[in-house]
């Protein structure tokens, strides 16, 4: 039974590789009309440094075993939206500070506590990061429920996934 799921699993994973691969859109910006979007694409996609001085989220990261490339976006990320909290949840339930924050949750964190999260985080005009989306049906099927429930602009990165709740931007999709 665990080999069945394994390859199921593997198959699903598969999937979306392949579909990432033929369907390559928004590449240096081109093709994307939103200023704020325009403006993640050209600062922090397409950085291969960290541009800020502050590093304290990329050793969070690194620490958690994420890795160097994505520790960098997500670095460059939350110094571009000019945020200043952020939180990594795990496997636990993490408190949140009041106000606007960049919550990143990893990839062992539970698909019961995606919703969870993303309904506080998103009530309060914040950032939210699900790592690790295609990992499992389930867990995609979540991801893809918050873009839908919640009113938000959100980015699929194959393997992250970005939520930005602001009243000012009008809810989009994007597939980079």
């Not at 600062?43 to 969070?60: C, E, H, P, Q, W």
């Not at 490339?69 to 939206?81: A, S």
């Not at 919550?103 to 969870?116: Q, R, S, V």
């Not at 506080?120 to 990992?135: E, M, N, Y």
Request: with cysteine; hydrophobic share 40%; net charge positive.
């Amino acid at each position: 039974m665990k080999i069945i799921s394994r390859i199921k699993r593997q198959l699903f994973r598969g999937y979306f590789r392949i579909g990432a691969v033929i369907h390559v859109r928004h590449w240096r910006g081109h093709g994307i009309h939103s200023p704020f979007m325009y403006g993640i694409v050209r600062n922090v996609f397409m950085k291969s440094r960290i541009t800020g001085r502050d590093r304290t989220l990329y050793n969070a990261l690194i620490r958690h075993r994420i890795g160097r490339k994505n520790g960098i976006l997500l670095q460059n990320l939350y110094t571009h939206c000019k945020m200043e909290r952020f939180v990594l949840v795990g496997a636990m339930d993490v408190p949140l500070p009041p106000g606007p924050v960049f919550c990143i949750l990893l990839p062992n964190t539970p698909t019961e506590t995606l919703g969870f999260m993303a309904r506080k985080i998103l009530a309060q005009s914040g950032c939210l990061v699900v790592l690790a989306p295609h990992r499992s049906s389930r867990r995609w099927k979540v991801a893809q429920q918050i873009r839908q429930h919640y009113r938000c602009v959100s980015v699929d990165r194959r393997v992250m996934m970005l939520y930005f709740a602001d009243p000012k931007l009008q809810p989009q999709h994007y597939r980079i």
